[in-house]
């Protein structure tokens, strides 16, 4: 932390763990789509293959220092970044997201 090249190594770091972890996981389809955002990832896998459990299990003991947080869809919703995420029937719905922190205040 703090160095300039911290963010560097970190994202080689990560695309490690892609490498050696994830792809298995998208080739043999328990992982439908795997999108990463500096370090916020959205999977949305088959449950007929895996499930939650068995990823954030797998993905914690990568590496123990590596702190890994699921946040699990709720009602069919999960906020992503600054979206929300909604699924329906034969459909995804995005709409803004703003955390309960958010004053509203134009810059």
Not at 9 to 28: D, G, K, N
Not at 60 to 89: C, G, H, Q
Request: with cysteine.
């Amino acid at each position: 932390m703090g160095s300039p090249v911290s963010g560097t190594l970190a994202e080689l770091y990560l695309q490690h763990i892609e490498e050696l972890y994830v792809r298995h996981w998208i080739e043999s389809k328990e992982i439908i789509y795997y999108k990463k955002c500096v370090d916020d990832i959205i999977i949305i896998f088959n449950h007929n293959k895996t499930n939650e459990t068995a990823i954030t299990s797998i993905m914690k003991n990568i590496n123990e220092p590596l702190e890994f947080k699921a946040t699990m869809e709720v009602n069919k919703s999960i906020n992503y970044l600054d979206l929300t995420i909604s699924r329906n029937i034969n459909k995804i719905e995005l709409s803004i997201y703003r955390k309960p922190t958010n004053a509203n205040i134009a810059v």
